[in-house]
């Protein structure tokens, strides 16, 4: 372990703007696809450092759909900025670190399928560090904070102290709420077919912006705000 504590840790990040952090060995990914495991982006990554970002839970309440596409661009900007930070910090300690894009850019595109990948997949690696489940609409689920929050993702090459994975809370057994509401039938419970949802779900404005235009497996959810 080194010689930054899980509590500094926690304590720089929520300085930084982030609402929650948590940390994973790079062994909770040993199931990752081949290519998308944080050694084949980092070789020398022993520990991936996770942080969230809660967005104003009532972006999701306003009718035109800007509202939402525009907060959660800037989410992202907030947590890439957060990420580089946090590796100044960590070089400044003589740890390496390297920043996992919150959302664009990456290599992986099926145009035909229209399926992308990122470098790692953000929502696991959430879980694996201890910041929620993975609910059947495939989104992350904060116990705190519910299903509105973004994710950002660092790389360390130290050994860091590790959070639990969370246990004992799981989507109602009966629940397929988010399932119902999906106009196309993008969610199965475990993955969501992205060429059905993409084509949906973003409009491709004439002047280059993608604006969001669907959330409800998000909006539906009782867990949106959180789990009480
Ligand atoms: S965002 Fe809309 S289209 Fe995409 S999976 Fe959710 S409900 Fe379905
Ligand atoms: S709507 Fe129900 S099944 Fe879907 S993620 Fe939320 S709790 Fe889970």
């Given at each position: 372990m080194?010689?930054?504590?899980?509590?500094e840790?926690?304590?720089?990040?929520a300085?930084?703007?982030?609402?929650?952090?948590?940390?994973a060995?790079?062994?909770?990914?040993?199931?990752?696809?081949?290519?998308?495991?944080?050694?084949?982006?980092y070789?020398?990554?022993?520990?991936?450092?996770?942080?969230?970002?809660?967005?104003?839970?009532?972006?999701?309440?306003?009718?035109?759909?800007?509202?939402?596409?525009?907060?959660?661009?800037?989410?992202?900007d907030?947590l890439?900025?957060?990420?580089l930070?946090?590796c100044?910090?960590?070089?400044?300690?003589?740890?390496?670190?390297?920043?996992v894009?919150?959302?664009?850019?990456?290599?992986?595109?099926?145009a035909?399928?229209?399926?992308?990948?990122?470098?790692?997949?953000?929502?696991?690696?959430?879980?694996?560090?201890?910041?929620?489940?993975?609910?059947?609409?495939?989104?992350?689920?904060?116990?705190?904070?519910?299903?509105?929050?973004?994710i950002?993702?660092?790389?360390?090459?130290?050994?860091l102290?590790?959070?639990?994975?969370?246990?004992?809370?799981?989507?109602?057994?009966?629940?397929?709420?988010?399932?119902?509401?999906?106009?196309?039938?993008?969610?199965?419970?475990?993955?969501a077919?992205?060429?059905?949802?993409?084509?949906?779900?973003?409009?491709q404005?004439?002047r280059?912006w993608?604006?969001?235009?669907?959330?409800?497996?998000?909006?539906?959810?009782p867990?949106?705000?959180?789990?009480?």
């Amino acid at each position: 372990m080194t010689s930054i504590s899980s509590t500094e840790l926690k304590s720089i990040t929520a300085n930084l703007g982030a609402d929650r952090c948590g940390i994973a060995p790079a062994e909770r990914f040993d199931g990752a696809p081949n290519g998308f495991h944080p050694r084949d982006v980092y070789s020398k990554c022993k520990s991936v450092m996770v942080f969230l970002k809660q967005m104003p839970p009532e972006s999701i309440q306003a009718e035109n759909p800007v509202v939402y596409a525009h907060t959660s661009h800037i989410l992202y900007d907030l947590l890439d900025k957060i990420g580089l930070k946090l590796c100044y910090t960590f070089e400044n300690r003589g740890i390496h670190a390297v920043l996992v894009p919150t959302d664009v850019p990456y290599l992986e595109w099926n145009a035909e399928k229209m399926h992308g990948m990122g470098l790692i997949s953000m929502r696991h690696a959430a879980r694996n560090a201890g910041l929620g489940i993975l609910g059947r609409n495939t989104l992350l689920i904060n116990r705190e904070m519910g299903n509105m929050v973004y994710i950002g993702a660092i790389l360390v090459d130290a050994a860091l102290e590790p959070d639990p994975i969370v246990t004992g809370f799981d989507c109602p057994p009966d629940c397929s709420l988010c399932l119902d509401a999906c106009p196309v039938k993008a969610l199965d419970g475990i993955t969501a077919n992205q060429k059905r949802c993409r084509k949906y779900s973003i409009l491709q404005h004439p002047r280059g912006w993608d604006i969001y235009t669907c959330s409800k497996c998000r909006a539906v959810c009782p867990y949106k705000s959180g789990a009480g």
